[in-house]
């Protein structure tokens, strides 16, 4: 029963978010603050991975990037996305383990230590990255 409800939470979600973005463009200070996170799966399968990562490709504002697997024997493959309004990594780590909870209701007991997780709150900046890192203005060739 969790695959029809799934879906239409996933339409509410691509429409929630297109409307979110549409207003953001449209509004002087937009709040656009790219960041990419290195979220680690709780799902396993090829088939679940595909359509979490469909999922959130298809939901405006973020993009499935890759798949890195494990550097670790056991430990869980990762899967970058890059989140446009990303001011707060953990709220979209957060949202992130929101969806793959709702795609997939048996990871609910799987704690990889991230906030959504499990009882994790803060978020480990090995975690994120802001690919548009502030930097010191060039110095002027004389």
Request: zero cysteines.
């Amino acid at each position: 029963m969790h695959v029809p409800m799934y879906i239409l939470w996933l339409i509410k979600e691509i429409f929630v978010a297109g409307y979110q973005v549409a207003w953001a463009g449209l509004r002087p200070a937009a709040g656009y603050d790219p960041v990419i996170v290195r979220y680690p799966l709780r799902v396993t399968t090829d088939w679940q991975i595909f359509w979490f990562s469909t999922s959130i490709t298809a939901t405006p504002s973020t993009l499935s990037l890759g798949l890195r697997e494990p550097a670790e024997p056991g430990a869980p493959r990762i899967l970058l996305v890059q989140a446009a309004f990303g001011s707060d990594p953990t709220g979209v780590m957060e949202s992130l383990a929101d969806m793959e909870q709702r795609m997939a209701p048996h990871v609910t007991s799987i704690d990889h230590g991230v906030p959504g997780h499990g009882t994790a709150t803060t978020l480990d900046p090995r975690f994120y990255q802001y690919p548009s890192e502030r930097r010191a203005p060039k110095e002027k060739k004389q």
